[in-house]
């Protein structure tokens, strides 16, 4: 079956605006996590959903992220006020449901110029 | 929150010689132990994973083996190919909860 997507697959944007990225997760699957791997490091989470809520959103860098889900699927990860320092991949997953394997989508990447 | 150590950063490797990658974490209540393969320009994919209720999974040429007492988990590659180049991660968590990821390990197999 259709794995994970994401788009856009490349976003490039100037400094100060906002950005919109995508995720359609597998179908089926109720938990949704994004994570962001910038250049040569690790991927870092950021915030997960189970449903359409989200009860841990402690990995977000700063009050300009913000992420939402909807209909138990389609996520999108908002960027507001963009800074160079948010240039990374940032990659989504998903789970069957909460306690199960992690899927990662092919990832955004976002350069902020 | 859980600190994930991997090491080494990079390992260069013989077509047919074994490779081993090396994690540690913090959180003792970590009970998941995922590993992810990167290739260039690709998605991670897993490629195995264990929980703590036990001490080695073996796929395949693949086998990882967990330390709880020591908190330090390790990937085995045998029989090493040059398509197991990538860059691979190791992460620790709270089933069903974040992963948290180590910085990765650069692996290349020479023919």
């Known amino acids: 079956g259709a794995g994970v997507s994401q788009s856009p697959s490349n976003k490039v944007t100037e400094k100060g605006k906002d950005v919109e990225l995508r995720c359609d997760p597998i179908?089926?699957?109720?938990?949704l996590y994004w994570y962001r791997q910038s250049l040569g490091q690790g991927l870092e989470f950021l915030i997960y959903f189970q449903g359409n809520s989200a009860p841990d959103k402690s990995g977000l860098p700063s009050d300009r992220f913000s992420a939402e889900r909807t209909g138990g699927s389609v996520s999108t990860l908002t960027i507001q006020r963009t800074q160079q320092e948010d240039s990374a991949v940032y990659l989504c997953?998903?789970?069957?449901?909460?306690?199960?394997?992690?899927?990662f989508g092919p990832g955004t990447r976002l350069l902020v110029l | 929150g859980e600190n994930v150590e991997q090491h080494p950063s990079t390992l260069s490797v013989q077509e047919g010689d074994s490779a081993v990658i090396k994690c540690t974490y913090s959180d003792s209540a970590s009970n998941y132990f995922p590993w992810y393969k990167q290739e260039l320009g690709k998605r991670p994919q897993l490629i195995i994973d264990i929980r703590s209720n036990v001490g080695e999974k073996k796929d395949q040429r693949i086998a990882v083996t967990l330390n709880k007492t020591a908190k330090h988990f390790s990937l085995h590659i045998t029989e090493t190919q040059p398509e197991d180049s990538a860059v691979y991660f190791c992460?620790?968590?709270?089933?069903?909860?974040?992963?948290?990821f180590g910085k990765g390990t650069s692996l290349l197999v020479t023919p």
């Open positions: 997953a998903s789970s069957l449901s909460f306690h199960e394997t992690q899927y």
């Open positions: 179908s089926g699957h109720t938990a």
């Open positions: 992460a620790a968590s709270i089933l069903g909860y974040a992963l948290n």
